[in-house]
């Protein structure tokens, strides 16, 4: 069966640092490009990084670029995600979750536009 488990999540001051990662199984990992994306309740999704399947392209929105790097270690089938001066506004559910071709993660506004995704972690970024 397909599973994505998020971990590494947390409570964190004002710029610190956390890495999040997503141990995948039950599918070709390496085929698929992998997201990190994250909500918070009463708001809509916001894709927050893109990777494709070998690890050579990535993908940042203006809101976390320059803070948060995105990596894989497909013979691990793992996902990263890390995070960097982190701010109050960083406070979210995060999800790793592989994309669907023709849906661009980007504009992805449930978890339901991808193919896989996985529970969450919960980053909570507070003094």
């Known amino acids: 069966e397909v599973q994505l488990v998020e971990s590494g999540g947390g409570l964190v001051q004002p710029g610190g640092s956390l890495r999040l990662s997503c141990a995948a199984s039950?599918?070709?990992?390496?085929?698929?490009?992998m997201n990190w994306v994250r909500q918070v309740p009463g708001k809509g999704l916001e894709c927050v990084s893109i990777?494709?399947?070998?690890?050579?392209?990535?993908y940042y929105p203006d809101s976390v670029k320059g803070r948060f790097t995105i990596s894989r270690d497909n013979a691990k089938s793992t996902l990263y995600l890390q995070m960097n001066s982190l701010a109050s506004e960083d406070t979210a559910m995060y999800y790793c979750a592989a994309s669907i071709y023709y849906v661009p993660a980007k504009v992805a506004t449930s978890l339901n536009d991808f193919k896989y995704w996985g529970q969450g972690t919960q980053v909570t970024v507070s003094s």
């Open positions: 990777i494709n399947g070998i690890g050579t392209s990535t």
């Open positions: 039950g599918f070709t990992f390496s085929k698929n490009d």
